[in-house]
């Protein structure tokens, strides 16, 4: 993985969601998915955090769909009415090829692939692919591919549900992303000082978008392997509130939930930082806004990049310390050694 090809790979963000808007308004990708049939939703890492969102938007909107993890031993029935979505960017994932070998074997469903890349394995095993259409990420990071499949699960969404308009939506993404990649130097070294602390970075978001919290925190483990985590908002007065009282905590919070009254009240009380995008709340260090973060779905498509800059702007510093410790630690070793009388001649 590459710290410089990863930034590149996001400032790409715009252009790629507009040619994708572009393929979306010239030809529907779902068209052989109906609203009767059962879905099925198969991936891992954010392949599945993507699925996640999708399934609770699909069963909300009364469609019948559920996410699993291609790992999972708990895999519900399928059947002939069943279709197996199979999400993979690489379209190798082990567990997700797995999965879909084994349920070819013991059911009648139509399988899909969703990938980013052609000729794959996975889209050997399955009826057809649909490509993500997110092109090659160089810094070796599932960036754009993360955001483009939720962009074509939305899409399959208003396949079955006449919405979203997902072409106009991606617009409106592309606009977002290019205001906060060209704004980044007026708002990024802030973020970095309030959020990369010596305890991690927690990233909060509504149940609705939990993807992009566990996205965001993903990529500041994938890439600069900083502790980050995930977390609902109302769960977080459950779950992650006790940390409050006894680390330096530093939320990065993804606005819009009904339930952030009780979580501000505690990290008021408790002087934890609170970094907000995409909406003002009471208290918070600072707050990053980009065009359309009142439109919900601009907010699950964008909010990601946010936490996706910090990555980039703290993976150089983060490799440099790294590398600096292995060699402090291997000239320990060798004194030490030497001390001991231990290194020969």
């Given at each position: 993985?590459?710290?410089?090809?990863?930034?590149?790979?996001?400032?790409?963000?715009?252009?790629?969601?507009?040619?994708?808007?572009?393929?979306?308004?010239?030809?529907?990708?779902?068209?052989?998915?109906?609203?009767?049939?059962?879905?099925?939703?198969?991936?891992?890492?954010?392949?599945?955090?993507?699925?996640?969102?999708?399934?609770?938007?699909?069963?909300?909107?009364?469609?019948?769909?559920?996410?699993?993890?291609?790992?999972?031993?708990?895999?519900?029935?399928?059947?002939?009415?069943?279709?197996?979505?199979?999400?993979?960017?690489?379209?190798?994932?082990?567990?997700?090829?797995?999965?879909?070998?084994?349920?070819?074997?013991?059911?009648?469903?139509?399988?899909?692939?969703?990938?980013?890349?052609?000729?794959?394995?996975?889209?050997?095993?399955?009826?057809?692919?649909?490509?993500?259409?997110?092109?090659?990420?160089?810094?070796?990071?599932?960036?754009?591919?993360?955001?483009?499949?939720?962009?074509?699960?939305?899409?399959?969404?208003?396949?079955?549900?006449?919405?979203?308009?997902?072409?106009?939506?991606?617009?409106?993404?592309?606009?977002?992303?290019?205001?906060?990649?060209?704004?980044?130097?007026?708002?990024?070294?802030?973020?970095?000082?309030?959020?990369?602390g010596p305890s991690g970075t927690h990233v909060v978001a509504p149940a609705r978008r939990i993807g992009s919290a566990?996205?965001?925190?993903?990529?500041?483990?994938?890439?600069?392997?900083?502790?980050?985590?995930?977390?609902?908002?109302?769960?977080?007065?459950?779950?992650?509130?006790?940390?409050?009282?006894?680390?330096?905590?530093?939320?990065?919070?993804?606005?819009g939930s009904d339930h952030e009254d009780e979580l501000l009240r505690w990290v008021r009380e408790r002087g934890s930082?609170?970094?907000?995008?995409?909406?003002?709340?009471?208290?918070?260090?600072?707050?990053?806004?980009?065009?359309?973060?009142g439109v919900d779905d601009v907010r699950l498509l964008v909010e990601p990049l946010v936490a996706e800059l910090l990555?980039?702007?703290?993976?150089?510093?983060?490799?440099?310390?790294?590398?600096?410790?292995?060699?402090?630690?291997?000239?320990?070793?060798?004194?030490?050694?030497?001390?001991?009388?231990?290194?020969?001649?």
């Amino acid at each position: 993985m590459d710290p410089q090809l990863f930034l590149a790979d996001l400032e790409e963000k715009p252009r790629r969601l507009t040619d994708l808007a572009t393929s979306l308004r010239d030809a529907d990708p779902w068209t052989d998915v109906g609203r009767g049939q059962e879905l099925l939703l198969l991936g891992m890492g954010s392949s599945h955090y993507a699925n996640q969102v999708a399934a609770s938007r699909l069963r909300h909107a009364g469609v019948r769909a559920v996410a699993e993890l291609a790992a999972s031993e708990l895999v519900p029935h399928v059947g002939p009415e069943t279709v197996v979505l199979a999400v993979s960017a690489s379209g190798g994932s082990r567990e997700t090829l797995d999965a879909v070998r084994r349920l070819r074997e013991v059911s009648g469903a139509r399988f899909v692939a969703l990938t980013n890349r052609e000729d794959t394995e996975l889209g050997a095993l399955c009826d057809r692919t649909v490509s993500m259409r997110a092109g090659l990420e160089r810094g070796g990071v599932a960036c754009r591919s993360y955001q483009h499949t939720l962009a074509l699960l939305l899409a399959l969404e208003a396949r079955l549900t006449r919405s979203p308009d997902v072409p106009t939506l991606l617009d409106r993404a592309a606009e977002a992303a290019s205001y906060l990649l060209g704004g980044r130097a007026a708002w990024l070294p802030d973020a970095a000082d309030a959020l990369l602390g010596p305890s991690g970075t927690h990233v909060v978001a509504p149940a609705r978008r939990i993807g992009s919290a566990l996205q965001s925190a993903l990529m500041l483990r994938e890439g600069p392997r900083l502790p980050a985590y995930a977390c609902e908002t109302a769960d977080w007065s459950h779950v992650d509130v006790y940390l409050t009282k006894t680390t330096d905590y530093r939320m990065l919070l993804l606005t819009g939930s009904d339930h952030e009254d009780e979580l501000l009240r505690w990290v008021r009380e408790r002087g934890s930082t609170v970094v907000a995008v995409g909406g003002e709340v009471p208290g918070a260090t600072m707050t990053v806004r980009y065009p359309h973060d009142g439109v919900d779905d601009v907010r699950l498509l964008v909010e990601p990049l946010v936490a996706e800059l910090l990555a980039a702007h703290a993976w150089p510093t983060q490799r440099a310390r790294r590398a600096n410790s292995t060699s402090q630690s291997a000239g320990g070793g060798l004194l030490a050694g030497a001390e001991r009388g231990d290194v020969g001649a």
